[in-house]
Nanobody, 117 residues
């Protein structure tokens, strides 16, 4: 019953900030669980980026934390990702997901983001 859907621009120019939003239905992001962003570059594996808990606390992958910010709008039941100073290496499919303890159980379908001039 929990559904997640990513949205945002599919094309971002180098040096700009990538911004995506995840809309959640079937469960409140402010009451239980945690909510994650994961990405998959072409030909590579999944890369966990960060998470925001139902209290609003955040934790980021050490390799990305200097450029990553996750926030939320509880009135809209949405959480968002911002990745600054992007390069073509940030081209990937970006997923949002629900995190229960140490694993993600519900995923969005993913959205393609291409970094190119």
């Amino acid at each position: 019953q929990v559904q997640l859907q990513e949205s945002g621009p599919g094309l971002v120019k180098p040096s700009q900030t990538l911004s995506l939003t995840c809309t959640v239905s079937g469960g409140s992001i402010a009451k239980y669980y945690a909510w994650s962003w994961i990405r998959q570059p072409p030909g590579k594996g999944l890369e966990w980026m960060g998470v925001i808990g139902f209290t609003g606390s955040t934790y980021y992958s050490p390799s990305l934390k200097s450029r990553t910010s996750i926030s939320r709008d509880t009135s809209k039941n949405q959480f968002s990702l911002q990745l600054s100073s992007v390069t073509p290496e940030d081209t990937a499919i970006y997923y949002c997901a629900r995190r229960v303890y140490s694993t993600e159980d519900y995923w969005g379908q993913g959205t393609q983001v291409t970094v190119s001039s």
